[in-house]
């Protein structure tokens, strides 16, 4: 079936650092949403990329759809605390789910 | 704006009793609703998905059931209660315009059965 996944599973870095983390599907996908949960927290949407190749800003977080459509990153500048959680990667199966890809826990030490 | 509801926040039940979990959506009409179950430090598992009232997908074979009696009300519900049953249950809404659409997660039910 299809699966999506994502690498590394878990990250610590020291505060200042930069972060990925890479999302692979088994299949093409239509677009690629991103998602951040804080620990004890529920997901929360973050972005959803459509078109092959592209790039999204939010502030120190950067988003890529890959050209063949089936990976993306997400690339945190300069970490900070507030940034703890994990971070999952989402794409559609049909118009009414998506799949989750597996999650990367991101742990950032002062 | 949209809001979306879930109780309760957390839950202790022993093996072999009832479960009833309630979501409940504000602000919008028509939209789909899922359910998805958490394990401690894993990933999400999509559990139930419904497109409209009475209307439920089932994604994974177990001993739970969901049900939408009203268009912005989702209902997990179990019968018994196994071990494995524990979690984070998590209810999610997605608009339906123009798709694939994103999904808002309620604040969860963190569900222990002992």
């Known amino acids: 079936g299809q699966q999506v996944m994502q690498i590394p599973q878990y990250q610590h870095v020291q505060e200042g650092e930069d972060f990925t983390t890479y999302c692979n599907s088994s299949t093409t996908l239509s677009n690629i949403q991103w998602y951040k949960q804080r620990p004890g927290g529920h997901p929360v949407f973050l972005i959803q990329l459509v078109k092959s190749g592209e790039v999204k800003k939010q502030k120190r977080l950067t988003f890529q759809f890959g050209e063949a459509k089936k990976n993306s990153s997400l690339h945190i500048t300069a970490t900070q605390t507030t940034d703890v959680g994990t971070y999952f990667c989402?794409?559609?199966?049909?118009?009414?789910?998506?799949?989750f890809g597996t999650g990367t826990r991101l742990q950032v030490f002062p | 704006s949209q809001t979306i509801h879930q109780w309760p926040a957390t839950l202790v039940q022993p093996v072999g009793s009832p479960l009833s979990l309630e979501c409940t959506v504000e602000?919008?009409?028509?939209?789909?609703l899922y359910w998805y179950r958490q394990a401690a430090g894993r990933g999400l598992q999509l559990l139930f998905y419904s497109v409209g009232i009475g209307q439920i997908s089932s994604e994974v074979p177990q001993n739970l059931s969901a049900s939408r009696p009203q268009d912005r009300q989702f209902i997990l519900s179990s019968k018994k209660l196994l071990l494995s049953d524990s979690g984070f249950y998590l209810c999610?809404?997605?608009?339906?315009?123009?798709?694939?659409?994103?999904?808002?997660f309620g604040p969860g039910t963190r569900l222990t059965v002992t």
């Open positions: 602000g919008t009409s028509n939209p789909n």
């Open positions: 989402a794409g559609p199966i049909n118009t009414d789910k998506l799949i």
């Open positions: 999610a809404w997605s608009g339906r315009a123009t798709p694939p659409y994103e999904q808002y």
